[in-house]
């Protein structure tokens, strides 16, 4: 069973930036999708940024997001730069056997999140 666990969180000024890591550990075996999502109270989860596993191809919603894979340390990196006070949320990476990474329904395996805040 896959697990994942976020890291890197914390409380920044706008303007500064953040390295957030998502550790995975289990059996990979089939997953094509690894992505970052963020969520806030009442709201949905959000798509931040994604990798298609097969190629390492990769996606952002923004060029102030920048993912990043370390197949040898097994882990998962969203760099986030310029950070403004409404990308304050619970920011979670995940894994699945989906596609098409920017979609929510690719992805089966969520780790708890990390909380950043931004303040003004």
């Known amino acids: 069973q896959v697990q994942l666990v976020e890291s890197g969180g914390g409380s920044v000024q706008t303007g500064g930036s953040l390295n957030l890591s998502c550790t995975v550990s289990?059996?990979?075996?089939?997953?094509?999708?690894m992505g970052w999502f963020r969520q806030t109270s009442g709201k949905e989860r959000e798509v931040v940024a994604g990798?298609?596993?097969?190629?390492g191809d990769t996606y952002s919603v923004e060029g102030r997001f920048s993912i990043s894979r370390d197949i040898a340390k097994e882990t998962l990196g969203l760099q986030i730069d310029s950070l403004k006070p409404q990308d304050t949320a619970s920011y979670h990476c995940?894994?699945?056997?989906?596609?098409?990474?920017?979609?929510?329904?690719?992805?089966?395996?969520w780790g708890q999140g990390t909380q950043v805040t931004v303040s003004s």
């Open positions: 990798i298609y596993i097969p190629n």
């Open positions: 995940a894994i699945g056997p989906g596609v098409f990474c920017f979609d929510i329904d690719s992805y089966e395996r």
């Open positions: 289990g059996d990979t075996t089939g997953s094509n999708c």
